[in-house]
């Protein structure tokens, strides 16, 4: 009993880290498959939420998206658990009906104009560096109870009146570290502090505004408690 006792969080560690890397396995699948459609549209992807007028999973999201086009298979003809669009650790918290549901997965860059596609060498990208601006990640939103991972990611600095909680915000959901997939194709696993450092999110306008933001907002305690916390600024 003693024995076990002392194991069991040992075990758990285990399974934790298993999870994290099937996590980061997903992430950097799905980044292939932005980049096999850029690559088929010079350059280009579409924002994450593309002028939808319904939800992620019958509309002009990115994953739709990449779905429709055979990027990456459809999630509903997919064994539950099986979808690269879905982070394991938060694949726990929903409900049946949206374990496969692509409104429900990681959340990615969302340009602000409807039907705008984002240029992945666009300026403002280029000058931060595409090995700092996300892409694709660990995202929860806290409007609706309850609280769940959401397709569509934003971090401006200070987000408009009425729009925190409906955007979704990176989050910690791996032992206090959220794995975030770049521009540049990689993917780590970061700590509150360094997402509050030097890292830009694709809540611009790119071609017409020429800014990026850096992350203002990070998810924790995720599952039902989950909370929005304001990130200390660059300094």
Known sequence: ML???????VLNMARARARSIKCTN?????????????????????????????HGDEGWAWNYTLVHNNYLPNPKKQKVGSSVLFCPDSLRYLVPNRRNNISFSYG???????????????????????????LVGDAWRTKYSPACPFYR?????????????????????????C?????????????????????????????TIGTLHPIGYVATNIGINMTLIELAPTP
């Open 108 to 134: 990615a860059i969302y340009n602000k104009s409807d039907r705008q596609c984002i240029a992945l060498n666009a300026p403002p990208i280029a000058r931060a560096g595409h090995s700092k601006v996300t």
């Open 3 to 9: 024995l076990a006792a002392m194991l069991l969080p």
């Open 153 to 177: 990611m934003a971090i401006p600095a200070k987000p408009p009146d009425g729009d925190v909680e409906e955007w979704s915000y990176p989050a910690l959901v791996h032992q206090e570290r």
């Open 179 to 207: 794995n975030m997939g770049f521009m540049d194709g990689h993917v780590k696993a970061l700590s509150r502090r360094e997402l509050a450092t030097d890292y830009f999110c694709g809540s611009a306008n790119y071609d």
């Open 26 to 54: 997903n992430i950097k699948q799905i980044i292939g498959a932005f980049m096999d459609y850029a690559g088929d549209w010079q350059g280009n992807i579409l924002s994450a939420n593309s002028g939808s007028t319904t």
